[in-house]
């Protein structure tokens, strides 16, 4: 079983930086996968963040947020990471981080991914 913990998420007003984690466990998360984030606000579909291929060497971002979001990894500590700078208040929702047994490819499509985490909750304040 692959489990997926979110964390990081908080209040910040616009301007500011937010560093989310991700953490993974599970005997099937002994290689690298592809890992991703997305995030979906009250009323609205869930939306493609930035994603990172199993072994962190490729990366891609939403258009909305690049130069302001980074993704990043740390294989040894299963974590995936999301720093995000310059936040906006469009930026509030709840993010998710995601993955999947693939290690080459960069996923951005939410229907590639096999295991999801429950969510942390970022809000911008104007």
């Known amino acids: 079983q692959v489990q997926l913990v979110e964390s990081g998420g908080g209040l910040v007003q616009a301007g500011g930086s937010l560093r989310l984690s991700c953490a993974a466990s599970?005997?099937?998360?002994?290689?690298?996968?592809?890992m991703g984030w997305f995030r979906q606000a009250p009323g609205k579909e869930r939306e493609f963040v930035a994603a990172?291929?199993?072994?962190?060497?490729?990366?891609e971002y939403a258009d909305s947020v690049k130069g302001r979001f980074t993704i990043s990894r740390d294989n040894a500590k299963n974590t995936v990471y999301l720093q995000m700078n310059s936040l906006e208040p469009e930026d509030t929702a709840v993010y998710y981080c995601a993955a999947d047994p693939e290690d080459w490819l960069v996923l951005i499509a939410d229907s590639e991914y096999d295991y999801w985490g429950q969510g942390t909750q970022v809000t911008v304040s104007s």
């Open positions: 990172i291929t199993g072994h962190g060497t490729r990366t």
């Open positions: 599970g005997r099937t998360f002994l290689s690298p996968y592809a």
